[in-house]
């Protein structure tokens, strides 16, 4: 019995935490575990229980849209109007603190289009989120000067131009590749790609935000895959036989991560001249590496061309009217 008593009078007395280091240690705990102290990562956040918000439930038995195809055989949403709740989504992502990249380029007299697509996209384009506009010029001085909401900024990269306007389409994806490697790795989680001869006509938001996502083509998203203009000739690296393909997408509108986005401009930038210039590597691409999220034609129309068919509730992205022989050849 002594022995077990000089055991327990040997043994090492534990004190209590004082308040203070509780404090800190509980002050830690909440930062790691709401993700303050964690990396940059376009996913996806929750929130926390009990503070969720409010909205109508959805329906198993009752589809968003009847009239449309809304998944791929590969299981990539198609995104119309009435598919999503942008509410939500911009809870998740908000959630994550995302930043999202625009890219745009204003070459030679492009550079005319260049203050309306950038007015309204601070109308609609990504409202409530950080956006970086990256404005690729060969006349840095002619950018015009854009009002813009908090969190939002302008950024000029000067490029050189190019004698034909089809050099400038295909030479903007090597550029974007260069460009993701250098700096929007580090600057942004998505990048968005568009034609600077367009304006925003109502929402565009992180619906459209996905790993790798394409835009299907407001010419051909009727018709039959024969009727694609795709790159026929075989020996190029962007042939695709007439007997294959699934949609065939714009290459006015594209984007996805910037890793993403990176491997598509890298791969489709070095390779010879097809039919259609980038669209027709961008299409080869696409068939191989399917997209996560379609976007349907909202998001990039031409109603001069087109009209407003009863499919489309939207016109999200407009093409603007212009005189193509007088903006491409001076």
Not at 65 to 76: E, G, H, I, N, Q
Not at 184 to 191: A, K
Not at 195 to 217: C, K, N, Q, W, Y
């Amino acid at each position: 019995m002594a022995e077990l008593l000089r055991t327990k009078a040997r043994k090492p007395q534990y004190c209590s935490l004082g308040p203070v280091a509780f404090l800190l240690i509980m002050i830690f705990l909440v930062f790691v575990g709401t993700g303050v102290l964690s990396p940059r990562m376009p996913m996806l956040g929750t929130r926390q229980e009990g503070a969720g918000m409010v909205y109508p439930q959805p329906k198993v038995l009752k589809p968003s849209r009847k009239d449309v195809l809304v998944l791929t055989p590969w299981l990539a949403p198609i995104v119309w109007e009435g598919t999503f709740n942008i509410d939500i989504l911009n809870e998740q992502f908000r959630a994550q603190n995302v930043t999202i990249g625009l890219t745009v380029f204003a070459i030679k007299k492009y550079v005319v289009f260049l203050k309306l697509l950038l007015e309204t996209a601070e109308e609609h384009f990504m409202v409530g989120h950080e956006v970086n506009y990256y404005v690729f010029t060969d006349r840095p001085a002619a950018v015009p000067r854009v009002a813009l909401r908090g969190g939002r900024r302008p950024l000029v990269l000067e490029v050189p131009g190019a004698a034909r306007w089809q050099d400038v389409s295909m030479r903007r994806l090597g550029m974007i590749s260069s460009f993701c490697a250098q700096r929007f790795l580090h600057e942004v989680d998505f990048l968005v790609c568009t034609d600077v001869d367009m304006r925003f006509r109502d929402h565009v938001g992180v619906e459209i935000l996905s790993p790798r996502v394409a835009t299907l083509h407001p010419g051909f998203f009727r018709a039959a895959r024969r009727a694609f203009t795709y790159e026929r000739r075989p020996q190029s690296r962007a042939h695709i036989p007439r007997d294959q393909g699934d949609f065939y997408y714009s290459g006015a509108f594209f984007g996805g991560s910037v890793a993403e986005v990176q491997r598509l401009t890298a791969a489709c930038h070095r390779a010879i001249e097809a039919a259609w210039h980038d669209e027709s590597h961008l299409n080869r691409y696409l068939l191989d590496h399917k997209p996560t999220e379609v976007l349907s034609p909202e998001y990039m129309w031409d109603e001069r061309l087109l009209g407003w068919p009863a499919v489309m509730e939207k016109l999200r992205c407009v093409a603007v009217p212009k005189d193509h022989r007088e903006i491409r050849h001076r």
